[in-house]
């Protein structure tokens, strides 16, 4: 009688927080495991045009992105703008091998979906573009988008200039 | 015996679950999410021989675009500026003039393009023209088709054309399918 009235006096116990590491290590370790740390480091300056009428790229492992813009660092790379492949700043010349690698990566069957991002800064003139166009066309890319940012009403396109 | 077991001290795991809390908050804000939108383009293959000339195709039925290296606009021969060429695409796409386009609703001026099947928008800049520029142009044409298809399908199915079905979709891109031609730059001087 005795021991179960001094069990029932003692007071309630606590909830177990025990599992609770547990539960947030495996939140920890999904987001580990999907947050991809392949960003490139941007070795031009990057200021992306606005547009409204934009597609999103649904697949990102079968995208290849090209940076294009004046270098972070003109002592060392002059102050033209240039073409950025992969983390190294490229010439016209590597772009054929470097998107006909790209896609060999791909597996056969989606190669056609391949696709390829056209970052450009908005103060790039239009001669790399095409040159740039030119390339990816006598590489078979002929898939491609170019980078936007959403512009948050219409009007704001115009008002620029 | 079992008195000295239950008094063994627990390593306090209390502040574990801190230590994940802050790894856990460190990587969600330190992942981007982000994802890549553009405009999308299909570029025509690679040819050696140059561009046959577009004899077959009548020049009303070509909505010419060009950008000089200041970044001006000369449309169909006449200066423009950029909020009005949305306006001036749309009217000649679903110009419909010899009326083959049942679904268009267009002015039906014999001097623009024949139906939006024909009509073909083409886009010259020059090696100057600024990237910016580029992608403000690209965005009106292809602001104009979305606008067109639009109509369209609320016309039609009641609904939005980015809420369709495929089926319905295809439908809508039949009758306003998208021919914008990028041609090679000029260089006109910098």
Redesign the interface.
């Known amino acids: 009688m005795s021991l179960i009235r001094k069990k029932k006096s003692k007071e309630t116990p606590p909830v177990s927080?025990?599992s609770?590491?547990d539960i947030?290590?495996m939140?920890?370790f999904f987001?580990?495991v999907?947050?991809t740390m392949r960003?490139v480091t941007l070795l031009v300056r990057l200021k992306k045009?606005?547009?409204?009428?934009?597609?999103?790229?649904d697949r990102?492992d079968l995208?290849t992105?090209i940076y294009m813009g004046s270098p972070k660092n003109p002592e060392l790379y002059g102050s033209e703008p240039r073409i950025q492949l992969d983390d190294q700043l490229g010439n016209i010349g590597d772009i054929q091998s470097f998107v006909i690698l790209k896609r060999e990566e791909i597996n056969e069957a989606e190669r056609p979906k391949f696709t390829v991002?056209?970052k450009?800064?908005?103060?790039?003139?239009?001669?790399l573009?095409?040159d740039l166009?030119?390339e990816?066309?006598?590489a078979?890319a002929?898939?491609?988008?170019?980078?936007?940012?959403?512009a948050a009403s219409?009007e704001e396109?115009?008002k620029?200039? | 015996m079992g008195r000295r077991k239950r008094s063994t001290p627990e390593i306090n795991a209390g502040s574990m679950a801190d230590i994940a809390f802050l790894l856990l908050i460190f990587f969600l804000v330190t992942t981007t999410m982000d994802v890549d939108k553009g405009l999308m383009v299909k570029l025509a293959p690679w040819t050696d021989e140059p561009p046959p000339e577009d004899n077959l195709k009548k020049e009303k039925n070509i909505f010419v675009v060009l950008i000089n290296s200041n970044d001006q606009l000369l449309v169909e021969d006449d200066y423009f500026s950029i909020d009005q060429l949305r306006l001036a695409a749309k009217d000649f796409i679903n110009n419909n003039g010899d009326g083959t386009c049942s679904e268009c609703n267009g002015l039906r001026n014999p001097a623009s393009s024949d139906n939006p099947q024909k009509a073909v928008i083409s886009l010259q800049n020059d090696r100057g023209t600024s990237y910016q520029m580029f992608v403000k142009v690209r965005n009106e044409i292809l602001g104009a088709y979305s606008e067109l298809r639009n109509d369209l399908s609320e016309r039609k199915y009641g609904r939005s054309f980015p809420t369709l079905n495929d089926e319905d979709r295809s439908v809508i891109v039949g009758v306003y399918p998208q021919f914008i031609s990028e041609a090679e730059p000029v260089s006109v001087g910098k």
């Open positions: 927080t025990a609770l590491p947030v290590f939140l920890l987001f580990m999907t947050t960003e045009p606005k547009a409204t009428e934009m597609q999103k790229l990102k995208t992105y991002s056209i450009a800064d908005i103060d790039v003139k239009m001669g573009i095409s166009k030119q990816l066309r006598k078979q002929l898939k491609i988008s170019y980078s936007t940012n959403p219409p396109l115009f620029t200039y």
